[in-house]
């Protein structure tokens, strides 16, 4: 059986220091590296340490990237770029790699003449085969003369020498508009000496941002790169796969991940390349192992995790979509709906990673052909197969784990498919029919932007999906859809860049099931009639409607009475219409697909979908401020567990369901512990990635705290170390007698808090020159910035005796979150002692004296809820963490009850 191809990937694809790499390429089970000269150049390592690294680790270094501006270039520029070669030269026999690339000139040195081209590329082969080794020159896009492979191949060819040949890079090949890769095949394959492979989103005029920004790795772009390898691999050519892409993302990313995802898109280019290459090839990309993907029949079920809080609004919505409650898990608190071949299972047992209050989908199943098969496939693509707990006589399902924390489940056809619906005790029949659903027709997840590449591949290539298309995008909002060949498993992907995933910020990561019906009009109908929460669409989009297609008036008329949405293309017709959110994150959708129709929401019904969502969220939200549904999210302050370190507190948050942390960057007092971000880089680095790890974000960092004294430019790290962690705003207090003085002061900080993105929240306590509510107005007021805010601190308010009326007369956009918390109802009358209470002795909502229903009332709705409540003698007995979980489980109780 010939052998394998040899994978290989560039160092410069991959973020971190040159061994993060090194042990990121050899985990993912890449066989070679690209050495780039930036990352040789800024390692510690000698070269003949980084090669010892390498063997170590079962890597070699196929090649080293890059020298440049070598050909056609003045006599004494040659002479300078003969020398700088001899030491490159003196490096590759000591990494022990023979192939050195070369770029087109870009120096405005070079001029356009092929034959002095030839010429000293020729000088520097003659040299290179002396050391044993050779030259693998590159037609860049974006070079000033030579940018296309013919071009370069003419050079080549006139230069003559056999220590000469070419490396031919995808990406320069196929970014230009027009370009025919046919072409390749004329090449002899032992004149083509490297191979890089790298995808785009497609042609584009501005080659070098494209090529040095935001290549992608192979399967997520618009390249034809299985037909591109094809046509290399026809000339003979046997060297390795090699991936070169630079994307600013997977550059910031965790090695490993990146790694993990370059290999599986080299795998399933081999895959996809093995159908159209020639034979000899053809044997060659199949022998690498990867087991063909079973086939799927279909979503089996869909699984979404819920609370006490979200779970029972979910459930009711499916009881008006028509489904039924026919289940529960034998062992487990989850419950089975189901409609036809629709199952949603409702999984209430405690989620650390979700926020409480939210629906999430946690797990999907889907039907294969072969589960063995498709497991064995996941192991090879490096995706963990995740171990299920489980009960004597319970079905034993094997499940994946998906990069976005998703289970993925995989079911056997055939007449055993639904074994697993025998760890259900069957529930009482409940009355009633369905509403015409027949099955799940899709999925659709948001995902970080950081992310977004890495799950697309998951499902792409792990479960064999197809690329659909890259979804237009609509606004900022960027998709991708993937399907099986029978268009039976449909899954879609989407990313807000620009706010990691969230449709705005009342919207966090949106998540739809879709399910299918044969009857849309029919299904709204009934499922409206049955008190379904079915979102309305404005009349202003039936009106565009009308007037993009020649629909009758009649059937215009239906879709508006249903808010039934509407689209066409040349392959047939959609009609789609979707639930409120439930639980702020996850809503249904009904959709009816009309002949030849395999697209999902239009250019135009998106938007309009997605705008009704969050109008209608918004009035959810404000509408139920004084109810006991209303969610908030919570953030943990820092005082509140003051003995946690930041990666400490950040671990305490995410287990006990806040959603941000308050961080405290100074020291207020002698006493306290302090954490110095601002000036210690492992800390910072670990509290990052503890808040990747837990997705737990930072709402707030303290204190800007600016007395007579003090200076705000003094503030600067401290700014910018809130602004790397994420921070949004900053809490900022104004112990200074002089109006005038603290006024400037504090619109200087928040003049240099705004570019950084973040607010400045004055704060009031009753003790400092700035007591109470009309201080901090008169402050904002005249420091007059766009950034700047009032932080209502619930003791604070109280003890200075502000008033609530005045408070609600505030601008809105002045609040961006609030302490929230109790106090004793004797106030004590001393500073000492207000200052005591609200360090040590502050008391969960409800168990004090402060009118907390009322303060909080006052404010905008839908504000962080930041818990701010130090218990000294509590956090004693319990320690800081569990005190954080009573915090949060007290707070929401006491919510509840209002």
């Keep these: 059986m010939a052998s394998s191809y040899r994978l290989s990937i560039a160092t410069s694809c991959l973020s971190g220091a040159l061994d993060d790499k090194l042990a990121a390429a050899a985990a993912a089970r890449f066989h070679g590296i690209e050495l780039a000269d930036n990352d040789l150049v800024a390692s510690s390592w000698s070269p003949d340490r980084i ?251 869909t699984e979404v995790a819920v609370d006490e809080i979200s779970g029972p609004a979910v459930a009711r919505a499916l009881a008006a979509l028509g489904f039924a409650h026919v289940g529960q898990h034998r062992s487990k608190p989850v419950q089975l709906w189901q409609q036809a071949e629709a199952r949603i299972l409702l999984n209430f047992a405690a989620q650390r990673t979700v926020t409480p209050g939210t629906a999430t989908i946690c797990a999907l199943a889907v039907e294969s052909a072969d589960p063995d098969a498709s497991t064995r496939r996941a192991e090879q693509l490096l995706a963990p197969v995740l171990p299920r707990l489980r009960e004597p006589q319970e079905a034993e399902l094997t499940s994946i784990a998906a990069p976005d924390g998703i289970a993925v489940f995989l079911v056997r056809t055939g007449p055993d498919r639904d074994s697993w619906i025998q760890d259900f005790v069957p529930a009482p029949a409940p009355a009633g029919g369905g509403t015409g659903i027949t099955g799940t027709d899709h999925l659709s997840l948001t995902d970080e932007v950081d992310d977004f590449d890495e799950a697309a591949l998951f499902y792409r290539v792990v479960l064999g999906l197809r690329a659909a298309g890259i979804v237009a995008p609509f606004g900022l909002i960027r998709s991708r859809a993937a399907a099986d060949p029978g268009h039976r498993v449909r899954i879609t992907l989407s990313t807000a860049a620009l706010r990691r995933g969230d449709w705005a910020p009342v919207i966090p990561s949106p998540q739809h099931v879709a399910f299918a019906t044969d009857d849309a009009l029919a299904s709204a109908a009934a499922m409206r009639a049955r008190g379904a929460p079915l979102l309305a669409i404005p009349d202003n989009y039936y009106a565009d409607l009308e007037a993009r297609f020649d629909l009758s008036a009649h059937f215009v008329a239906a879709l508006r009475a249903n808010s039934v949405l509407y689209d066409r293309d040349e392959h047939g017709a959609y009609l789609h219409f979707y639930t409120e959110m439930l639980g702020s994150r996850v809503f249904f959708a009904v959709v009816q697909r009309i002949d030849g129709y395999t697209g999902y929401d239009g250019p135009v019904s998106a938007p309009v979908r997605m705008a009704a969502h969050r109008q209608r969220r918004l009035v959810t939200l404000r509408g139920s401020s004084t109810g006991a549904s209303v969610r908030h999210d919570f953030s943990l302050a820092h005082l509140t567990a003051l003995s946690l370190s930041p990666p400490e507190l950040v671990d305490a948050a995410a287990e006990a369901g806040y959603r941000y942390v308050g961080l405290r960057l100074t020291r207020v007092t002698p006493q306290e512990p302090h954490y110095p971000l601002a000036t210690d880089p492992a800390l910072l680095r670990t509290t990052k990635l503890r808040l990747a790890a837990t997705g737990i974000e930072v709402l707030d960092i303290e204190l800007a705290r600016i007395s007579p004294d003090d200076d705000p430019r003094d503030l600067e790290r401290f700014l910018d170390a809130g602004a790397e962690l994420g921070a949004r705003h900053v809490i900022a207090q104004l112990p200074d007698p002089d109006r005038n003085r603290k006024i400037e002061r504090f619109a200087r900080l928040c003049e240099m808090a705004r570019p950084r993105g973040l607010t400045v929240d004055l704060e009031f306590p009753s003790w400092t020159e700035t007591p109470d509510l009309n201080a901090a107005v008169r402050v904002l007021r005249g420091a007059g910035q766009p950034n700047a805010g009032i932080l209502v601190d619930l003791l604070h308010f109280a003890r200075s005796g502000s008033s609530i009326a005045d408070l609600r007369q505030l601008p809105a956009e002045w609040f961006h979150f609030v302490h929230v918390c109790d106090a004793p109802p004797a106030v004590p009358p001393t500073n000492e002692g207000l200052i005591h209470t609200a360090r040590f002795e502050r008391l969960f909502p409800g168990e004090g004296g402060i009118d907390v229903h009322g303060i909080l009332d006052a404010l905008p709705a839908g504000l962080p809820y930041a818990l701010e409540i130090p218990r000294a003698t509590l956090v004693a007995q319990v320690g800081g963490k569990e005190h954080a979980r009573q915090a949060i489980t007290a707070t929401r109780d006491y919510l509840r009850r209002r």
């Design 51 to 301: 090669k010892q690294e390498c063997d170590r680790r079962g890597l070699t270094i196929d090649a080293y990237q890059l020298l440049s501006d070598v050909e056609a270039v003045p006599p004494q520029v040659f002479a300078a770029t003969l020398r700088r070669a001899e030491r490159t030269f003196d490096l590759l026999e000591q990494l022990g790699t023979r192939t050195l690339l070369v770029g087109s000139s870009t120096s405005a040195d070079a001029v356009d003449d092929d034959d002095l081209a030839a010429e000293q590329l020729h000088a520097l082969a003659v040299r290179a085969e002396h050391r044993g080794l050779r030259i693998a020159y590159e037609a860049q896009a974006w070079g000033r003369f030579v940018s296309t492979i013919p071009h370069a191949w003419r050079i080549v060819r006139r230069a003559g020498h056999r220590a000469l040949g070419l490396c031919l890079d995808s990406f320069h090949v196929l970014s230009p508009a027009g370009s025919d890769p046919a072409g390749l095949r004329v090449i002899p394959g032992e004149k083509v000496f490297h191979l890089q492979l790298a995808d785009a989103s497609g042609p584009t005029a501005n080659v070098v941002e494209g090529g040095r920004h935001h290549r992608l790795f192979p399967g997520l772009g618009s390249f034809d790169l299985a037909t591109f390898l094809a046509h290399v691999l026809s000339t003979g050519y046997g060297g390795p796969l090699s991936l070169d892409v630079l994307n600013d993302v997977y550059r910031q990313a965790d090695p490993r991940h990146a790694a993990i995802d370059g290999m599986r898109s080299l795998l399933a280019l081999q895959e996809s390349a093995g159908a159209v290459a020639p034979p000899p090839a053809r044997d060659r990309l199949r022998s690498g192992g990867l087991p063909p993907a079973p086939e799927l029949s279909g979503i089996v079920f």
